[in-house]
């Protein structure tokens, strides 16, 4: 009897208590470690867009709560001039310095995956303007574009003898446009290039010496095999460059502040310029707001180009 008894007692303390089973539950594990995650999320991302989708539908000033007024700060946007040249300059920005990033990354990627001397130094190295301060790197490219103090201008005037002037890069509206494009494809250049040097990596070496066996020119390597293998990092690369090129305000602002006349505002900057300059809080909100459909459409159309290419891949297999 007291064997039994013993037995069973021991059995009873062997068993697991509801706290170690639940614990054991593998939904609330996953759920307990990205609880912390989710949090910083909820109150560093979540809380500040959902406040700013409600103050554009508000009147919101500095010093003054405002009430809801619906549409009225979008129709307003409609018919602002300033808020179309952002529109336009944001896509124009966003396009070419995305195309220029992707064009010269891609070529230093496919540089940097050669094997060569100090190949590790001339990675790091390749890093650093993406490691260096945004501030850091405009107030260079506004030393590089000063009218009077300009380096290209002294090469151009002084050195090389092929201009008798110096040139107003930030001057004028179109070179300030093409200035600040040239400062982001600089500085967004190294993200591309180590992302797509990552996906580079992960291509067999045997698939080129097949075809090197069968035949195949450089650029034929490049298109049937790099290009193809590359899709799905090229995809969400894209989308990151995209979002970051698209929503940067840092650099454009250290540079020319939406200057000379307006003509170099992205829709970031305007509604700084509006929301917090200008203190009209609900009218620099819907401005931001008005970012977010472009910002959904770049993310879908990666998105579903990158299913596209799965999906073809998964027939091709079968």
Not at 240 to 256: E, G, K, N, P, R
């Amino acid at each position: 009897m007291s064997v039994t008894t013993l037995s069973s007692h021991a059995l009873a303390q062997r068993q697991p208590n509801w706290i170690v089973r639940l614990f054991d539950y593998k939904p609330f594990l996953i759920a307990m470690c990205l609880a912390p995650a989710l949090g910083l999320l909820a109150v560093f991302l979540t809380y500040p867009l959902g406040l700013g989708i409600w103050l554009a539908f508000t009147d919101t000033t500095i010093g003054r709560r405002g009430i809801y007024v619906g549409l009225e700060n979008f129709q307003y946007l409609l018919t602002d001039p300033l808020w179309w040249n952002a529109v336009f300059y944001s896509v124009f920005y966003t396009a070419v310095a995305t195309f220029g990033k992707f064009a010269l990354g891609f070529w230093l990627a496919l540089l940097l995956n050669n094997h060569f001397p100090f190949k590790s130094l001339l990675r790091a190295i390749v890093l650093l303007p993406w490691i260096v301060p945004t501030v850091l790197s405009a107030l260079a490219f506004w030393w590089i574009y000063d009218p009077q103090f300009s380096i290209i201008s002294y090469l151009l005037v002084d050195v090389l003898h092929w201009r008798s002037s110096n040139i107003d890069f930030l001057g004028s509206p179109w070179p300030a446009r093409f200035s600040l494009i040239a400062a982001n494809i600089w500085r967004g250049i190294p993200f591309v290039a180590i992302s797509l040097l990552a996906g580079l990596q992960t291509i067999s070496p045997s698939l080129y010496e097949a075809a090197m066996l069968d035949g195949a020119s450089a650029w034929q390597r490049f298109r049937y095999i790099t290009f193809p293998m590359m899709m799905p990092i090229l995809a969400i690369v894209m989308t990151f460059s995209i979002i970051f090129t698209f929503t940067d305000f840092q650099l454009v602002y250290a540079i020319t502040r939406g200057g000379p006349v307006n003509s170099t505002h992205l829709l970031a900057t305007l509604a700084f310029q509006r929301g917090i300059a200008g203190g009209e809080l609900g009218e620099g909100a819907a401005i931001a707001v008005s970012m977010i459909p472009f910002l959904v459409f770049a993310t879908l159309f990666s998105y579903f180009g990158l299913a596209r290419r799965k999906w073809q891949q998964g027939e091709a297999n079968d």
